[in-house]
Structures are given as C-alpha cells and as structure tokens.
C-alpha cells in the first residue's frame, strides 16, 4: 500500500517499516525460487547494530525436537507484556507479504505460506510498533532478551513454548534477509518476531531499521 492509498490521519506511518521487510521476504523467496535453493543455515551474527545480540552467560535450554506445528491463533511473550491474536496473511499483488491491516495494530500476523510454528525451520510472525496516535503490538520488542519465552497457542489449545536467543537491530542498508528468514540450525524449529525500528524518518515515512527477535523450540504442551 502506497502513503497515497492510506487513509487521512491515524495510521499514516503503521505500514511503511514492517512492509518494506516484508516485501525483502517476497523477493528472497522469489530469489530462492529461481535458483531452486532452500532455505540454508546460517550461524547467528548480530544486525548493523545489535539490540541486545546473544550476551555470554545467558544459560539457554537445549533444543525441542520440531513436532507437526500448529497454525498460530495466540502469541504470548510475557516479559513485556505481549499477548495477541495471530492472523494468517498471505501475498498482496506485488508479489510481498501483507502485514495486519492498519486498522488492526493489536494483531500479529502469520506468514501462512511459510513454515508452521513448531516444524523445521523459520516460521515468521510481523506486528506493527505503533500508530501516529499510540503504540501497537510490538512497540515493548525491542525490550525482548535472551532467556525469555515466548508461547504460541494453537486452535485446540496445543501450545508451544519457544526461548530467545537473539535480538538484533538490521538497518536497511544493511538488512540480509538469509540472516533474517532463513533458519539459523538445520533441524530446528524457530520462530522470527520481526518490528520496525530505528527512527522514524518523517520525510521519506519510514522507519530506518527493523527488530528481529529469534527465538527456538523448547517445549510443548496444552493449554
């Protein structure tokens, strides 16, 4: 959506940053696609600037083994108070990934044509970090660290519970969308929490970098 198809007032800077991300995932899969690759590991590296990185000591849990999946209906990062629906989203006509409507801020969304939370590999989850009139659902992100959980909860109440294990700050000069949707460890199951972040330039109405937070397996269960 271009800044001349959103409506007047509220909602005018919500899209700019988690689409412009989005849009890198359309084209990395477009780019994957063409050469017939997969999506390879690659080793955790912190962004142009690291949020918080993977400071040494921080104890993580081993790996759970990927399971079935579930499709995602509720995301929960209690640490800073993140609780929310999970939406599926799909492609929009230019070929990227729509994040929730701006009308919506308070939702996540899904990559549904991606992995499912819970199997092997990547499954991607964007929300917006506010409005023009106040903050939407990842505006705390950045606040994540490693060591803390996250929850995704399925539609039979099946839950999953995933560790951080790193929070970086990509610029967009610098944004490598390998290092961002590609899975870090083969044979894991990951998640990506993926916000704006930087500043917000109000001439080009955009925001200059983007928060990833990743995050892996370490158990299940229900309810």
Not at 78 to 95: C, F, H, N
Not at 138 to 155: C, D, H, M, Q
Request: with cysteine; aromatic share 6%.
């Amino acid at each position: 959506m271009s800044a001349e198809d959103r409506p007047a007032g509220g909602g005018g800077r919500l899209l700019t940053g988690v689409a412009w991300a989005m849009l890198l995932l359309g084209l990395w899969l477009w780019g994957r696609e063409m050469t017939n690759g997969v999506g390879g590991s690659s080793a955790p590296t912190t962004g142009d600037v690291a949020a918080v990185g993977r400071p040494l000591g921080v104890p993580l849990p081993p790996a759970h083994p990927p399971v079935g999946g579930t499709a995602p209906q509720h995301l929960a990062v209690p640490s800073i108070g993140i609780t929310a629906p999970v939406v599926p989203r799909g492609l929009d006509t230019s070929g990227a990934v729509d994040p929730p409507p701006y009308h919506q801020p308070s939702k996540v969304g899904w990559y549904g044509s991606g992995t499912v939370p819970g199997a092997a590999g990547a499954a991607l989850l964007v929300g917006h970090v506010d409005t023009e009139s106040k903050p939407a659902v990842f505006y705390n992100l950045s606040a994540a660290r490693p060591g803390e959980k996250i929850r995704v909860t399925g539609a039979g109440g099946e839950r999953l519970e995933f560790t951080i294990d790193d929070v970086q700050v990509f610029t967009r000069e610098r944004f490598d969308p390998q290092k961002v949707y590609g899975p870090r460890e083969s044979d894991r199951a990951e998640l990506r929490l993926i916000t704006c972040g930087g500043t917000y330039d109000k001439k080009a109405r955009t925001y200059t970098a983007n928060v990833v937070v990743s995050a892996y397996l370490t158990g299940t269960g229900q309810g």
